[in-house]
């Protein structure tokens, strides 16, 4: 098993439509969860931290499902600029020992 | 002004050369790291260095050798180029403040996008 896996879609939503991403890890021992949002030809930028509570900003919203090892994240309201690749990224152990998943693409269609 | 910058952007060379990539944070960041991106978009990090030390090296030929000549350099060399390291070489940083803190966001440079004919 992969430790952090992601469906590479492409998920092809109209604008305005709401859309979630699951994110599953492997290590139980995980302690710091992200999404990072990936623009073609271009560096990956955090969208947002996941925690235990779950956190929302704007039109996205994290959760973290710890018993069963799984981040999401929902965008609701999709804009054409939302389009990109969305990252989870794990964080395992000290110094930054990170993982990022393949990505997963979306794509807002007109 | 730029964050993490890393030259040169592009890199077009042949095989069996020696190339160097160059990356400097302006966030006072005590960690940086090279991850190398593939073309199935995959990034997997290759080295992590906290406070100029070598922190983190993955399984990655000993053709690159990084370099951090202080906290906010971290620079990559690679010799003997194949076709293989064809990939997006990203830099990035951290604040982790020695502790191995494990709640610190990335930030990334630009990319450094390697051809290796």
């Known amino acids: 098993r992969k430790e952090v896996e992601q469906d590479p879609g492409p998920f092809n939503v109209p604008e305005g439509a709401t859309v979630a991403f699951n994110c599953t890890y492997s290590n139980s021992a995980s302690q710091s969860f992200f999404w990072y949002r990936q623009d073609c030809r271009k560096e990956p930028k955090l969208l947002m931290s996941?925690?235990?509570s779950g956190n929302e900003d704007g039109r996205f919203t994290a959760q973290l499902n710890r018993a069963s090892q799984y981040i999401s994240l929902l965008i609701r309201d999709s804009k054409l600029s939302d389009s990109a690749t969305y990252l989870c990224v794990v964080n395992s152990g000290g110094y930054q020992k990170v993982t990022f998943g393949t990505g997963t693409k979306l794509q807002v269609i007109p | 002004d730029t964050a993490v910058s890393q030259t040169p952007k592009y890199l077009v060379t042949q095989m069996g050369n020696d190339k160097s990539i160059k990356c400097e944070q302006n966030?006072?960041?005590?960690?940086m790291y090279w991850y190398k991106q593939d073309s199935k978009k995959f990034l997997k990090i290759m080295f992590s260095y906290n406070n100029k030390e070598l922190i983190i090296n993955e399984t990655v030929p000993n053709r690159f050798s990084p370099k951090s000549p202080d906290k906010a350099h971290l620079n990559l060399h690679i010799n003997s180029l194949e076709l293989g390291d064809s990939a997006v070489y990203f830099c990035?940083?951290?604040?982790?403040?020695?502790?191995?803190?494990?709640?610190?966001?990335?930030?990334f440079g630009s990319g450094t996008q390697l051809s290796v004919l």
């Open positions: 990035a940083s951290s604040h982790t403040g020695g502790s191995g803190a494990t709640n610190e966001k990335l930030f």
């Open positions: 996941v925690y235990s």
């Open positions: 966030l006072g960041h005590d960690t």
